[in-house]
């Protein structure tokens, strides 16, 4: 299993960039990595130290990870977003593209993963780049 992984300080900045770091990558999995940093600042706060992973498993699938240092921020899947609300719709996402997801806690951090369909040739993603999303600190 060949992972791709990433540790940066999670800020609205940093979004974009993981997401261009990882444009070889379909749609869904861009679109997971980036709705679960998004939970890492909104519910954890900007600027909290996260790690990114992309691993396409033995099985085929793709498993999207995000591991932060607060083991008691948990993901909870509500479905309260009304139509015209901008926020409180990125666990629905997930939960409707991925194949399964869940919560693993460790003492002092957790990791929110899940898993997708397919997965893309490694070869082609560039990681080359990361320094730049350390660059905001």
């Given amino acids: ?46 600027g909290t130290p996260a790690t990114v992973r992309v691993a396409v498993l033995p099985t085929g699938r793709t498993r999207v990870e995000v591991t ?14 009304g139509a015209t609300d901008e926020s409180g719709r990125g666990l629905a996402l997930l939960d ?19 898993e997708l369909s397919g997965g893309p040739p490694l070869d082609d993603v560039r990681a080359s780049a990361a320094p730049a999303v350390r660059s905001g600190r």
């Fill in 1 to 46: 299993m060949t992972t791709w992984e990433l540790s940066l300080l999670a800020t609205p900045e940093a979004v974009p960039e993981v997401r261009r770091l990882l444009h070889r990558y379909d749609h869904d999995v861009r679109l997971c990595v980036t709705e679960l940093l998004t939970n890492v600042i909104d519910h954890v706060g900007e």
């Fill in 68 to 81: 932060d240092p607060d083991p008691r921020a948990l993901p909870l899947l509500t479905g309260r977003a």
């Fill in 96 to 114: 409707a593209l991925a194949l399964r997801w869940g919560v693993e806690q460790c003492g002092d951090r957790k990791t929110v993963w899940c």
